[in-house]
Nanobody, 126 residues
Framework: VQLQASGGGLVQAGDSLRLSCASSERTVSTGPTGWFRQAPGKEREFVAAINWNGRLKTYTIFAKGRFSISRDNSKNTVYLQMNGLEHEDTAVYYC????????????????????WGRGTLVTVSS
């Protein structure tokens, strides 16, 4: 499975971006797809995750109310809509896919994801 994240760029604080994660594999598994990010000098952290049919979603605290995860299985693509971007959102954003079953507390852990995209850089100027 190959994942390709795109949509990053340089924006100003308050702007919006929509990231895309295109998968080379049709959605045949029930595993979740997640977004993570890694800021310079910091560890990778969970952002959001969605299950295979889009009915289950979860967000980390800083993403709630500002970010929205969705998917279009006809395009094998998962999206992360980010609104009200802040300078602290500056990071490389990665999408990842797991073949494991959705477990609410586990989908926030990077260790369950077997497949990772290369990441897309989001830079928010203050």
């Amino acid at each position: 499975v190959q994942l390709q994240a795109s949509g990053g760029g340089l924006v100003q604080a308050g702007d919006s971006l929509r990231l895309s994660c295109a998968s080379s594999e049709r959605t045949v598994s029930t595993g979740p797809t997640g977004w993570f990010r890694q800021a310079p000098g910091k560890e990778r952290e969970f952002v959001a995750a969605i299950n295979w049919n889009g009915r289950l979603k979860t967000y980390t605290i800083f993403a709630k109310g500002r970010f929205s995860i969705s998917r279009d299985n006809s395009k094998n693509t998962v999206y992360l809509q980010m609104n009200g971007l802040e300078h602290e959102d500056t990071a490389v954003y990665y999408c990842a896919k797991s073949r494991r079953a959705w477990v609410r507390d586990l989908v926030e852990s990077s260790s369950i994801y077997e497949y990772w995209g290369r990441g897309t850089l989001v830079t928010v100027s203050s």
